[in-house]
């Protein structure tokens, strides 16, 4: 665990890979498992919308949160489909990803509307997650810096963060991220090095951008039982965001117990 954190934050974004029964079921062996945690470690479940509710009625008393995977940045109106942070913290929900590079990729969301559900998210009373990365493209251009600094300008500048509320940023090159949908396959392995790399830049950016606020950055792309420790023990990586292999018990209780003992 790196030394430069109160604690150690491990994400579980558990995308659309369960059902809502495989959700339920997980959520309860996670209540078991962790109904205690030491104070050193902060655990968030991002489930599916569907599964949230559940999720956060099973994990009541427990030490764990429940996160949302995606909101609306208005609160209430004519938007078939979609979900505001309201809604999500009227039911228990405390914090939110927003900008996953699935939702840019594949939804075409854009740094805008990223932007816009920020501001929905802090309104709310939430804590946003900030999902960031390059394509494997960008990288080949040389482009990484400047993808990082246009994200990240367009969620923080001139922003108004509420006092006290923590910044969480989750760095996830693109291609790193497990891939596909029954399989899972690991992406890319992104060296911890080179990922310490990226999160001493995403601290000067966000410096740059934001006062007074010292950003807590995760990292993520295909993270496993084995790799945690390595990213971990980086000094600017302060936790990790985990898809894939956070929707199986066995080796999520693995991935906690590398991470912290
Ligand atoms: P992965 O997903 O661990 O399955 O690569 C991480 C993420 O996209 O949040």
Request: some cysteine.
């Amino acid at each position: 665990m790196s030394t430069q954190y109160k604690k150690t934050y491990l994400f579980a974004n558990w995308k659309m890979y369960l059902s809502f029964e495989e959700s339920a079921a997980l959520a309860k062996e996670l209540a078991a498992h962790f109904a205690t945690l030491q104070s050193t470690v902060e655990m968030v479940v991002f489930p599916s919308a569907l599964a949230t509710q559940a999720t956060v009625q099973v994990l009541q008393g427990t030490a764990l949160h429940v996160g949302a995977q995606n909101v609306y940045s208005v609160d209430k109106g004519g938007y078939t489909g979609e979900i505001s942070s309201e809604m999500y913290r009227d039911i228990g929900v405390t914090h939110v990803l927003v900008g996953h590079s699935e939702r840019r990729h594949i939804f075409h969301e854009s740094n805008h509307d990223a932007r816009q559900k920020v501001e929905a998210v802090l309104a709310a009373g939430l804590v946003p997650v900030l999902c960031l990365g390059e394509t494997k493209i960008e990288r080949e251009r040389g482009e990484t810096q400047t993808v990082l600094e246009t994200q990240l300008r367009a969620f923080l500048q001139d922003i108004v963060w509420p006092l006290g509320r923590p910044l969480f940023v989750a760095y996830e090159p693109v291609w790193a991220i497990s891939r596909g949908t029954g399989t899972a396959a690991v992406g890319e392995f992104c060296e911890p090095l080179e990922a310490e790399k990226m999160h001493i830049l995403i601290a000067q950016l966000v410096a740059g951008l934001i006062s007074g606020v010292d950003p807590l950055i995760l990292f993520g792309g295909s993270v496993r039982p084995h790799t945690v420790q390595g990213y971990l023990a980086e000094p600017h990586i302060a936790g990790v965001l985990v898809g894939a292999a956070s929707t199986d018990f066995v080796r999520w209780q693995a991935i906690v117990k590398n991470a912290v003992g």
